[in-house]
């Protein structure tokens, strides 16, 4: 009896105990938990959510914790709004995933942290190209981490399929039609598609350069020039943008890109046009890059490298241990060993290159080189779809000329006309 009372006596004595201990230790585990980073994000897809992992594993092995704020929608435009609200509300996230000009927008107005010291501690400069840099800084200051280099322009092929309707991944565009009337007739969609403004624009982009060649994507998208914009060669971009369209299957209005990605991987249609985020989803699916599943650049677009780099930017805070968090964040972002464990999951390339291609799928290896080839090239042409060949008011102007083009019978003359009209409203 003695015993028994004894026992739960010394039981209940060392769980008090316990309790007190943990109390004293209370304000230095709250001091940690403030180590906290808050991430907006977009990346809720398969894949995507499956490299974001590998961010958020990284943190917490520095002790950092991680609040997820993802806001769902490819291509980041719901993203996007949610943050200018809350930004409005006064309730700034600690970091942010942006895209291209809308770092400079955001730089601009003064609210983001200097991440300068910890990118000369870094070399920055010396590891990330030029061109993703010229994003991540704003008026000689270091303003985003750069996470990876994303290829837009890229065709992907189910490769059972194609070997099933004895194809052959298409050079150029003739090639193209002639593989799509094969899948047609085979009774497989030729196109996965998901109809939403955002993967109308990264199909158009990719079209745009395959038809007018590098200088013209230039002066059509970069430097807005309305004879580019307006002329016979945009025109040419907006009938196969029509072509295009006859290859797709009924359903698919509004269908997300992940959507459109999951019917290549299972059969049920042949190509899919889209960003190399699509290899994260043929990855998660357990399929093999270059093996399983076909890349290519888009049909004669073989010379450029159509870009677009995620960048996370640090709000200004005041709170010191989330300022520690930040720069936790930052470097680790730019850490080798992450950008190489991180793009291997996400599809993307890293954007420090210091990381060797040797782990990376030949579609990977192939980006990686025309990366560094074509610096030199002029080769490295920034997405307009994915917010980096011109402010976000022209990028929404285009993507509402290339939808309404996609979705209606208008004729190309009229859309070459609509987009030097909206651009010029935009500008
Ligand atoms: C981003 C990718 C993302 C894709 C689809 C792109 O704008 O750069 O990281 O996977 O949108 O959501």
């Given at each position: 009896m003695f015993k028994t009372y004894l026992k739960t006596y010394l039981a209940a004595t060392a769980a008090s105990l316990l309790a007190l201990t943990a109390a004293a230790y209370a304000p230095s585990a709250a001091a940690q938990a403030k180590e906290e980073v808050e991430v907006m994000h977009w990346w809720t897809s398969g894949g995507e959510a499956a490299a974001l992992n590998v961010l958020k594993e990284q943190l917490q092995k520095e002790g950092v914790s991680w609040k997820d704020a993802p806001v769902a929608g490819g291509g980041g435009d719901a993203a996007m709004t949610a943050l200018r609200a809350r930004v409005t509300a006064?309730?700034?996230?600690t970091s942010v995933q942006l895209l291209g000009t809308a770092i400079h927008d955001w730089a601009e107005q003064g609210v983001l942290a200097d991440l300068t010291p910890l990118a000369e501690k870094e070399h920055w400069a010396d590891h990330i190209p030029p061109a993703i840099a010229a994003f991540s800084t704003y008026d000689g200051k270091w303003v985003a981490a750069p996470v990876n280099i994303h290829r837009t322009n890229w065709l992907w092929i189910n490769k059972k399929l194609l070997d099933k309707v004895g194809g052959k991944a298409p050079t150029n565009w003739d090639e193209f039609q002639a593989l799509a009337k094969q899948f047609k007739d085979a009774g497989v969609t030729p196109l996965a598609h998901g109809g939403q403004p955002w993967q109308e624009s990264t199909i158009f982009d990719a079209i745009v350069v395959s038809v007018g060649g590098n200088d013209f994507y230039k002066k059509a998208f970069v430097d807005l020039d309305p004879a580019a914009l307006g002329g016979d060669t945009m025109q040419k971009a907006f009938d196969q943008f029509r072509v295009l369209r006859g290859?797709?299957?009924?359903?698919?209005?509004?269908?997300d890109w992940n959507l459109a990605s999951a019917m290549v991987i299972n059969g049920e249609a042949g190509m899919q046009v889209m960003g190399d985020w699509a290899k994260g989803e043929f990855i998660k699916a357990g399929l093999k890059p270059g093996v399983d599943i076909v890349c290519v650049p888009?049909?004669?677009?073989?010379?450029?490298?159509l870009f677009n780099s995620d960048q996370f930017a640090m709000f200004s805070l005041d709170d010191k241990a989330r300022q520690d968090a930040q720069l936790k964040l930052a470097s680790a972002i730019e850490s080798p060993s992450f950008q190489e464990s991180f793009n291997l999951v996400k599809g993307s390339i890293p954007a420090?290159?210091?990381?060797?291609?040797?782990?990376?799928?030949p579609c990977g290896q192939k980006s990686m080189a025309d990366r560094d080839a074509f610096k030199s090239t002029g080769g490295m042409l920034p997405s307009l779809a994915h917010g980096h060949a011109a402010s976000a008011a022209v990028k929404g102007a285009i993507y509402d000329v290339v939808t309404n083009f996609f979705n209606s019978n208008q004729s190309s003359a009229d859309a070459a006309k609509a987009l030097v009209d909206a651009v010029a409203l935009a500008k």
């Open positions: 006064g309730d700034k996230p290859w797709v299957d009924p359903n698919f209005s509004g269908r888009y049909p004669g677009s073989e010379k450029a490298f420090n290159t210091e990381v060797k291609p040797d782990k990376f799928d």
